[in-house]
């Protein structure tokens, strides 16, 4: 029994471990989801041979932070493997049942782990650690980009029979749904920095995009097919609706200080005399 619940420990710390990194790489710049792939190659050991891996290890401060992951995982794994050898030990004979309470203990808490209200909860607990760090940088365009309101930076992957696959940006019209493309790499690996409009999406382009998560996300899995032109129907009424929401917020916020300056200043009479409680007036 000390076993499992040793088990059950590292696992959770390995999941705290593996969720801090992303958060702390992603207040380097990184998007979500390159944050979460580095973090768990990181804890893992695996993954460092592409490109974007480059940026990462030659950024000083996300290689700290990749650095800690790594220990944590070597540590991880030397803990899980002195747990099983004792669980296995201490099994009497009841192997096959120990091996399969440890399967289900794991499967468990990673599913809990996927529950949206324990992972907001990890993530408020856990950004108040990471802000913590010292040194640990935040970059000026993750508030500038508002980030914290829905919005990030997203990489894309343009595959056959997709929706943006073979058309021009002008024929996309992503703009339409709060997307905004900010460069596009061919397959070949050359980049084009500020494409056009008549920059055509090829099979294995990868483009880098602006807008609300969500519109991103619906964008990613987009079919080339009637079904995706009615998604994207939706996706501009969408975004049509969270504009209005967003400027109606503005107009709110920006009428709050003229109400309270308002609402502060002291009434005159017409005639020209003070309000009462003032000196008399030289006509009584």
Same mark, same amino acid.
């Given at each position: 029994m000390e076993a499992l619940i040793a088990f059950g420990i590292v696992i959770t710390l390995a999941l705290g471990?593996?969720?801090?990194?992303?958060?702390?790489?992603?207040?380097?710049?990184?998007s979500r989801e390159s944050a979460s792939f580095q973090a768990q190659s990181a804890f893992m050991g695996v993954g460092f041979t592409t490109s974007e891996s480059e940026t990462v290890v030659n950024h000083p401060v996300r290689r700290r932070?990749?650095?800690? #992951?790594?220990?944590?995982?070597? %540590? +991880?794994? =030397?803990?899980?493997?002195?747990t099983i050898v004792s669980g296995v030990g201490?099994?009497?004979?009841?192997?096959?049942?120990?091996?399969?309470?440890m399967l289900v203990t794991a499967g468990v808490l990673l599913s809990v782990w996927q529950i949206t209200s324990v992972r907001e909860l990890a993530d408020r607990l856990l950004t108040v650690v990471v802000a913590r760090i010292p040194h640990l940088e935040?970059?000026?365009?993750?508030?500038?980009?508002?980030?914290?309101?829905?919005?990030?930076?997203?990489?894309?992957?343009?595959?056959?029979?997709?929706?943006?696959?073979g058309r021009?940006?002008?024929?996309?019209?992503?703009?339409?749904?709060?997307?905004?493309? #900010?460069?596009?790499?061919?397959? %070949? +690996?050359? =980049?084009?920095?500020?494409?056009?409009?008549?920059?055509?999406?090829e099979v294995g382009d990868r483009i880098l995009t602006y807008g609300h998560q969500e519109g991103l996300e619906r964008l990613r899995s987009r079919t080339a097919d009637s079904r995706g032109e009615v998604?994207?129907?939706?996706?501009v009424l969408v975004q049509r609706e969270r504009m209005a929401a967003e400027l109606a917020d503005a107009e709110r916020l920006a009428s709050e200080p003229e109400s309270a300056a308002v609402a502060g200043a002291k009434p005159t009479p017409e005639d020209g005399t003070e309000a009462p409680g003032g000196p008399p007036s030289p006509l009584t």
């Open positions: 471990a593996v969720r801090m990194g992303t958060l702390a790489l992603q207040r380097t710049g990184l932070i990749l650095r800690m #992951l790594m220990w944590g995982g070597y %540590s +991880g794994i =030397t803990v899980t493997v002195s201490s099994s009497d004979g009841h192997l096959l049942r120990f091996l399969g309470l935040v970059i000026d365009f993750e508030e500038l980009l508002e980030f914290d309101k829905g919005y990030t930076v997203a990489q894309l992957h343009v595959d056959r029979n997709r929706w943006m696959t021009t940006l002008r024929d996309l019209r992503l703009a339409d749904e709060g997307v905004l493309v #900010l460069s596009v790499t061919r397959a %070949s +690996g050359a =980049t084009i920095g500020t494409p056009e409009a008549d920059t055509t999406l998604e994207r129907q939706e996706s």
